[in-house]
């Protein structure tokens, strides 16, 4: 294709923003918007410098390619609408509220030979990438222990409430499906295994929001066994106090341990047993992904905005016929989708659930219904909102 790639966004909020300004720094030509309403959709459009569309067809019939940031619960919808068009599709996380529709959203990409991506954009990292090369060339032996963790504060005040709270729009789970996709993504992707089984437990902070009754969590706790026969435990919370975007990987081997953390970017702890150190990014000692994915040059930090545009730039070499390294395709956002299926058939059951069997039921009780030690709903006290 000679020219730039046209592209239109669906969602009108700041996911929508970093998508278009991701696709410029690929060089795409961001060409219009969808959002909720059409004066959200005129909103959205000056913002962004394009024009506003009123259907998801109509958008689709003039973009080369759409990136669908609209609520959770209107991703099948949408992507469904793109893929029908025969044009490409990028879509937010998590793929859609639950496993079975997701995995036909693969199934329909694939048949219609369409680059379909999810932005797991943590990925892009190249410090990300230089922790799985350096798995991969068995740096750290075999390995034994992992430990995830994604915390944030954003929900700690008991009036928070947006879309995300209301199931009928997120779908069953709220912050495992919001963070706790990216961190089980992040630490299957490294580690080269999958999650076989785990036992999940969940909390919900605040019993009403805003007059609205919670029935999403706000903190997800889990106990993991990887394929390799690794152990680990997964924290996820939405209510941690002064954490903004706490995400952090820890892969323990018997060589070796390697620690990514989010909020430093730019640096790789490696851990032996009669010594540390730390692995500054810097292309000309990184291995060839990593080196890839280096923007600028050693010094110069990189962060959140250019793993997001390394993302983008891949999928956009995807579309041009290339076959980008670790691009999470929409087969990796539909294997999200059955570890938040996994994740609340154990909070229910309060069993083990072996992933890739899990059956979710219906949306979860009203927060009225009795608490279990895998589902706690009660008010958080004083020393919690301090």
């Not at 919370?237 to 990987?249: C, E, H, P």
Request: proline share 4%.
């Amino acid at each position: 294709m000679d020219r730039a790639l046209r592209v239109g966004i669906i969602g009108g909020g700041f996911m929508g923003e970093a998508h278009a300004r991701a696709a410029r720094s690929a060089g795409a030509e961001v060409i219009g918007v969808l959002a909720s309403s059409q004066e959200s959709s005129q909103r959205a459009a000056r913002s962004l410098g394009a024009e506003a569309f009123s259907s998801v067809a109509e958008l689709a019939g003039a973009a080369d390619v759409v990136h669908v940031c609209s609520p959770n619960g209107l991703h099948a919808e949408h992507v469904r609408a793109v893929i029908r068009a025969g044009k490409h599709v990028v879509c937010e996380k998590p793929l859609s509220t639950d496993h079975a529709t997701a995995d036909g959203l693969v199934r329909e990409a694939d048949e219609a030979g369409v680059v379909a991506s999810v932005p797991f954009v943590y990925r892009f990292h190249p410090m990300v990438r230089q922790a799985r090369h350096l798995v991969q060339q068995g740096e750290i032996g075999r390995l034994l222990t992992v430990q995830g963790q994604y915390l944030q504060d954003w929900m700690l005040d008991p009036s928070a409430w947006n879309w995300r709270v209301d199931p009928a729009e997120s779908g069953a789970s709220r912050a495992f499906g919001d963070i706790g996709s990216h961190l089980v993504d992040l630490l299957e992707f490294v580690a080269g295994e999958r999650i076989r089984r785990l036992s999940a437990i969940t909390s919900i902070a605040y019993p009403e929001r805003d007059g609205h009754p919670v029935s999403t969590e706000d903190a997800a706790a889990l106990t993991v066994e990887f394929t390799g026969g690794a152990i680990g435990s997964i924290m996820v919370s939405q209510v941690n106090a002064g954490r903004k975007n706490a995400l952090t990987i820890e892969l323990a081997g018997t060589a070796n341990n390697i620690v990514f953390e989010q909020e430093k970017p730019d640096e790789l702890w490696i851990g032996g047993e009669s010594s540390t150190r730390v692995i500054s990014r810097d292309a000309t000692v990184l291995g060839d992904d990593a080196a890839r994915l280096s923007a600028v040059p050693a010094g110069h930090p990189m962060g959140y905005v250019d793993a997001f545009a390394g993302f983008v730039r891949d999928t956009y070499a995807a579309i041009q016929g290339s076959a980008p390294e670790g691009l999470p395709r929409f087969a990796d956002g539909a294997r999200a989708n059955q570890v938040i299926d996994a994740v609340l058939e154990s909070a229910r059951t309060r069993q083990w659930v072996d992933v890739g069997e899990a059956a979710v039921e219906p949306l979860a009780q009203s927060s009225s219904a009795p608490a279990s030690p895998a589902s706690v709903t009660r008010p958080a006290t004083a020393k919690e909102t301090a």
